[in-house]
């Protein structure tokens, strides 16, 4: 029976492919495997017993993951699957910011005792005129899930899309539409584009990458929307370059102290991934990641081990073993494994910069005694028996 602990509220519809072997638990030190949103869990004390831990959607800015490598926890997230979510709501920021529909919408408030109210609207439109998005040019900084459909998106709706993204994956280029001017130099962005809209992970390197430098090359009147993180962007040189006439609107998913209520800004509760639809995948993704990671030793989607597949295990037996990338630690396994009068019939070994996996299937079971001997090698984070 394995126990699982939500940090989060997650989606039923993914809780319920959990079978009778599954139990939740309310109380994270019995659980075995996390699930967890945006839950902040850099100052949890992780239990001794955990062994994965899910984030159901994309940032994993939330989650230590290089403490949990060390204690063997392999952290999963759901790419893309909360990505459409995301798209729809960047585009309407681009809406809000460019026409004033709020404010439009405030003054039908105001007005909903004035009987005169539909003559009176003809009247006060005028003061609620905008933009519209054809023709105008946006740059989308970092095409992943999310960036590549904003991009092919605003193309569909008459803009000029300027696409910024050094680390580009094979599939995400794939889906690119062709019509995405690809851009080499995010200062061509920051110089040429009306919108600009940021959809990177927040890293060391990606902190307060728009900053009092980057509004200095942008054009007059520029939107810049941040559906990523807030600390992507120095949000006090942001509130000067609005002050400034520089930036037009800062429209944010992330309130906090800086933002919330200040000129310019159109600030949201971080809505992006809170659709339905969203929180379904992201939930169905999360959960068959962790059980085939309990059930097989499989890993999809981790963000701190490599991915290995080995289906299911038809051998007598099957260990996994979370180790240091480190050389010549696989021929130990081999040795006490053969010390021990076990064949290996078959095995995978993965690395992922400092850290590595290894899955072997076997043609009997493992003792407690070779477990221990295996657990006990240098560089071994943890050894798990799953048949
Ligand atoms: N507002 C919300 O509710 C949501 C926010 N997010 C945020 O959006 C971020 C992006 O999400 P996805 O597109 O799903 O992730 P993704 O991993 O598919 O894409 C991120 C892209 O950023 C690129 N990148 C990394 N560093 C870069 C740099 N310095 N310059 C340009 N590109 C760079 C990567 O190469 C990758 O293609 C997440 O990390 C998360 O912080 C994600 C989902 C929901
Ligand atoms: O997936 C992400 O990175 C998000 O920001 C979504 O966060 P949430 O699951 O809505 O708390």
């Known amino acids: ?187 061509e962005i920051y110089s040429a584009c009306d919108f600009i809209t940021i959809h990177v992970p927040l890293l060391d390197d990606t902190k307060k990458m728009l900053n009092k430098e980057a509004f200095a090359q942008m054009k007059d009147g520029v939107v810049v929307l941040n559906f990523a993180r807030d600390l992507l962007v120095d949000e006090e040189a942001i509130l000067t370059a609005i002050e400034e006439g520089k930036v037009k609107k800062y429209v944010t998913d992330f309130p906090n102290t800086i933002t919330a209520g200040k000129k310019g800004c159109i600030v949201t509760p971080h809505l992006g991934a809170s659709t339905q639809e969203s929180e379904d995948n992201c939930a169905v993704m999360a959960v068959k990641e962790i059980k085939d990671y309990l059930e097989n030793g499989n890993i999809r989607n981790s963000v701190n081990f490599p991915n290995c597949n080995m289906g299911a295990c038809t051998q007598a037996g099957r260990i996994a073993i979370l180790h240091k990338n480190k050389k010549g630690i696989i021929g130990k396994f081999s040795n006490i494994l053969g010390d021990g009068d076990i064949n290996i019939t078959d095995m995978t070994n993965k690395s992922r910069g400092d850290y590595a996996y290894s899955l072997l299937d076997l043609e009997s079971n493992v003792t407690e005694e070779i477990v221990g001997q295996l657990a006990a090698l240098d560089g071994v984070l943890k050894v798990r028996v799953i048949k």
């Open 1 to 187: 029976m394995y126990q699982y602990h939500c940090l989060n509220p997650i989606a039923e519809v993914g809780l319920d492919l959990f079978t009778e072997d599954y139990q939740k638990t309310e109380e994270l030190n019995d659980a075995q495997a996390v699930l967890v949103r945006s839950a902040a869990m850099h100052d949890l004390e992780l239990p001794e017993g955990l062994e994965a831990i899910a984030r159901a959607g994309a940032g994993v800015n939330n989650i230590p993951l290089e403490k949990c490598a060390d204690k063997g926890i392999v952290v999963f997230n759901t790419p893309g699957a909360n990505a459409n979510g995301v798209k729809e709501l960047v585009f309407a920021g681009m809406l809000l910011a460019s026409r004033d529909i709020v404010g439009g919408i405030d003054w039908v408030l105001e007005n909903k005792d004035n009987e005169n109210v539909k003559k009176d609207a003809e009247k006060a439109k005028k003061a609620f005129a905008g933009n519209e998005l054809a023709g105008k040019k946006l740059g989308v900084i970092g095409l992943g899930a999310i960036g590549v459909r904003v991009a092919n998106a605003a193309t569909h709706l008459g803009m000029e899309v300027y696409g910024y993204d050094p680390f580009i994956s094979v599939n995400a280029a794939w889906n690119l539409s062709r019509n995405v001017k690809h851009i080499n130099s995010v200062e």
